[in-house]
């Protein structure tokens, strides 16, 4: 992980939309930015820098409700705890709807990233999953059970209407949303 003490490592242009995030170093010295979505300032990395921006422009431009989002949401994967980056939960039983996975701008997305989102869906089961460095986005959804390939790639991030339509009228699994 890269220290929160240098910004400069943090702190690169992305391919989302700017946000004016509340950056402040602390007296230990380590800069932090306010995140909205847990109310409180964390640690500045460059996956941080990503998180902020992405969870960002899906609440505002692609209207994904702000009181459904979180960061760092625990789950339990074989006995390990591990944290999904960012989780959108439906409103009808607080099940989740996306899970988002992001690295850092330097991080190339790969299968070993998918891989990752993938085991922790085992346990969400969510409906749609989403990767993103800050520079590269995918999303995909849940194909059918009977589909020749479980994942259908999206060709753009859906906003939040247009998500909860393919998910409800798009023949995916009825997994209770």
Wanted: overall charge positive; some cysteine; glycine content about 6%.
């Amino acid at each position: 992980m890269q220290s929160a003490r240098h910004p400069e490592n943090a702190i690169v242009p992305l391919n989302l939309p700017p946000v004016s995030p509340r950056i402040t170093r602390g007296a230990d010295g380590v800069v932090r930015v306010f995140d909205p979505l847990r109310g409180r300032s964390v640690a500045l990395t460059p996956e941080e820098w990503v998180r902020q921006h992405f969870a960002a422009y899906l609440t505002g431009a692609l209207g994904y409700p702000r009181e459904l989002t979180a960061n760092e949401v625990s789950l339990r994967l074989n006995g390990t705890l591990r944290r999904c980056d960012t989780v959108v939960f439906t409103r009808e039983g607080l099940r989740p709807l996306v899970i988002a996975e992001y690295k850092a701008p330097d991080i190339p997305i790969s299968q070993r990233v998918f891989d990752q989102i993938a085991r922790y869906n085992l346990v969400h089961r969510a409906p749609c999953l989403m990767v993103s460095n800050g520079l590269a986005h995918y999303c995909c959804l849940l194909n059918p059970p009977a589909a020749t390939d479980p994942y259908r790639f999206l060709p753009a991030l859906p906003s939040y209407a247009e998500l909860l339509r393919l998910v409800n009228d798009g023949g995916l699994p009825d997994t209770g949303r």
